[in-house]
C-alpha cells in the first residue's frame, strides 16, 4: 500500500516552527516511503480564512523545500461533506440541537457544580418529533452534532505514543456544524482522510482527543460511504516548547519570516526539526536523503520536544561552512569569488556576514594600532614581501629568519597589518585575494603608523 499523508494548515495565520515540523514528518513520512505528501488548506472557516495567508503557506512550504505532491481545498469540497452528513443523518448517527450558546454554558456549569465531567448531556435526543417541529416553527434553527457509541471504548494503536484508550461516555457528542450550515473541523477533515486515501494521521498531541473522536467517525463513514477504504494509522507526536521547557508565545509567533531575517538556512531549519524531539542526534545534516534514511516514528520521544534558538544558530553556522560556492553565488555582494567565498566561509555564521569579511579583501580595513617595535617589523615584512603561489608562507617563513619571531608575535601584527583585525580567515588564503600591491601598501601603511 502507498503511503499518503498530508499537512492540514488552517488558513488563519502564518505557519510557525510547530507546523512547520508537522509538515516536515509528514513530508518525510510520505518521501521515506515512496508515498505521497498532500498539503490540504482547512479553510472551511470562511470568516477567519484568508488567501493571503494560503499563499504564505504555499510560498514558506516552497522555500524550505518541503513540496506537496498535491494541494486541496476544504472549501470546494463541500458536497463532499454534505454528502457525508446526508449518510451519517440517514444512519442515524447525527441529530439536531437546538441550544443557544448560553444554554450549554450554564448546563456546563451546573455539571460542574455536582462534580460531573463538563460534556454535554445529549439533552437534545430527549426532544419528541413534536418538540422539534415547535421549536423550528419558533424560528430556532439547530446546529448539528455527531453521536458517540458508547458501548465500547476507542482503542488505536498511536505511533508515537503506543496503545491509547478513550471512554467514549466521557467524551462531548462533538458539534460537526453550525446553525449557519458552516462545518466545523472535525467531519469535514474525516471525510477528506478517507476520500483522499491518507493512510497516515500525523499530527500534533494536541488532537488526542479529537482522534478519539474521528476514529468513531471514520468508523461510521466506512459503513455508510466509503467501504473500500481503510482508517488510517495515527501517530500525534509531542509539542514543541520553548527552551525553559514551557509552551512559549513567542513559539508561535517564530515563522519563516523570522528565519529569512535572520538569515538562517532553511536546511537548517529542516535538520533540526526532523529530530527535535527523537533519540536520533542534532547534527547539521545538508542532505535530506541522510536524514530520511534515519527517519522513524519509533524514535520520536513522548516528551516535549525543545526548540532552541541557539540550537539553530549552531546547525546554521555548521551548515554555511559546508556550503558550495554555486549554492550562494547569488546571495553573495560585492564581487565575492569562488576563492573569497572559501576563505570566508569558516567565519561566518550567516552568508549575509560575506560581505563584512570580504571589506578585509577589497578594503578599505582599519588602521591598526601598533608599538613602535612591531612598525619596524611590518617595515621589514613590507621590505622581504615577494610574490609567488604561497605568499603568506613564504612571507612569514622569511620574516622567521630574519627576526627569529615566531607564533604570535611572528604572525599577529601581520594579520593586523593586512587585514586591519586581530582574528579572521586563514591568512594562507587571503593574502593571495588581497593582492600583492595592495598587501604591500598595508604593511608599510602599518609600518608607519
Ligand atoms: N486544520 C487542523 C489544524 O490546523 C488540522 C489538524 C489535522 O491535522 O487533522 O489543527
Redesign the pocket.
Known amino acids: 500500500m502507498t503511503i499518503v499523508t498530508?499537512?492540514?494548515?488552517?488558513p488563519t495565520g502564518r505557519l510557525h516552527v510547530g507546523?512547520i515540523r508537522?509538515a516536515l514528518h509528514n513530508w518525510m513520512l510520505a518521501k521515506k516511503n515512496g508515498g505521497t505528501f498532500l498539503l490540504?488548506i482547512?479553510d472551511t472557516d470562511a470568516e477567519r480564512s484568508r488567501e493571503d495567508y494560503i499563499e504564505a503557506i504555499r510560498a514558506d512550504l516552497a522555500w524550505l523545500g518541503i513540496v506537496p505532491d498535491a494541494e486541496e481545498r476544504q472549501s470546494l469540497r463541500l458536497a463532499k461533506y454534505q454528502a457525508a452528513f446526508d449518510a451519517l443523518k440517514q444512519a442515524g448517527q447525527v441529530y439536531p440541537c437546538y441550544e443557544s450558546p448560553q444554554e450549554l454554558e450554564l448546563k456546563r456549569k451546573i455539571r460542574l457544580g455536582r462534580g460531573l465531567p463538563p460534556i454535554y448531556d445529549r439533552g437534545a435526543l430527549d426532544l419528541s418529533e413534536e418538540e422539534r417541529a415547535a421549536k423550528e416553527a419558533a424560528g430556532s434553527v439547530p446546529h448539528w452534532r455527531f453521536k458517540l457509541e458508547h458501548d465500547e471504548p476507542i482503542a488505536w494503536n498511536d505511533g508515537v505514543r503506543g496503545a491509547q484508550k478513550f471512554d467514549p461516555a466521557q467524551l462531548s457528542d462533538p458539534v460537526i456544524r453550525r446553525a449557519d450550515g458552516s462545518w466545523l473541523?472535525m467531519l469535514p477533515?474525516a471525510v477528506d482522510?478517507l476520500d483522499m486515501g491518507v493512510t497516515d494521521?500525523?499530527?500534533?498531541e494536541?488532537?488526542v482527543s479529537?482522534t478519539a473522536v474521528q476514529i468513531q467517525m471514520f468508523t461510521a463513514l466506512i459503513a455508510a460511504q466509503y467501504p473500500a477504504r481503510q482508517m488510517p494509522a495515527f501517530a500525534h507526536e509531542a509539542l514543541l516548547v520553548g527552551k525553559e521547557g514551557k509552551l512559549s508565545k513567542r513559539l508561535g509567533s517564530l515563522g519563516c519570516d523570522a528565519f529569512r531575517e535572520r538569515d538562517i538556512e532553511p536546511t537548517a531549519i529542516i535538520a533540526l526539526l526532523a529530530r527535535l524531539g527523537t533519540s536520533l542526534p542534532v547534527e547539521p545534516i545538508a542532505d535530506r536523503a541522510v536524514l530520511l534514511d534515519t527517519f522513524d516514528l519509533s524514535t520520536f520521544g513522548r516528551a516535549p520536544a525543545k526548540f532552541d534558538e541557539t540550537e539553530l544558530e549552531r546547525i546554521n553556522a555548521a551548515l554555511v561552512h559546508q556550503l558550495a560556492f554555486a549554492d550562494v553565488a547569488d546571495r553573495l555582494t560585492d564581487g565575492i569569488d569562488e576563492a573569497g567565498w572559501h576563505a570566508i566561509r569558516p567565519n561566518l555564521s550567516h552568508v549575509s556576514e560575506a560581505a563584512e569579511w570580504w571589506r578585509l579583501v577589497i578594503g578599505p580595513i582599519e588602521q591598526p594600532e601598533l608599538s613602535e617595535d612591531d612598525r619596524a617589523y611590518l617595515e621589514e615584512a613590507a621590505r622581504l614581501l615577494e610574490w609567488g603561489d604561497e605568499p603568506w608562507r613564504a612571507l612569514t617563513g622569511a620574516l622567521k629568519e630574519a627576526t627569529g619571531r615566531k607564533g604570535k608575535s611572528l604572525f599577529l601584527p601581520l594579520r593586523q597589518a593586512l587585514t586591519g583585525m586581530a582574528h579572521g580567515p586563514d591568512m594562507g588564503e587571503l593574502l593571495p585575494l588581497i593582492g600583492e600591491e595592495q598587501a604591500r601598501k598595508r604593511l608599510e601603511a602599518a609600518a608607519r603608523g
Not at 498530508?6 to 488552517?10: D, K, L, T, V
Not at 494521521?201 to 500534533?204: E, H, K, Q, S
Open positions: 498530508r499537512f492540514a494548515p488552517s507546523n508537522t490540504r482547512d473541523y477533515s482522510d494521521v500525523l499530527r500534533g494536541d488532537h479529537n
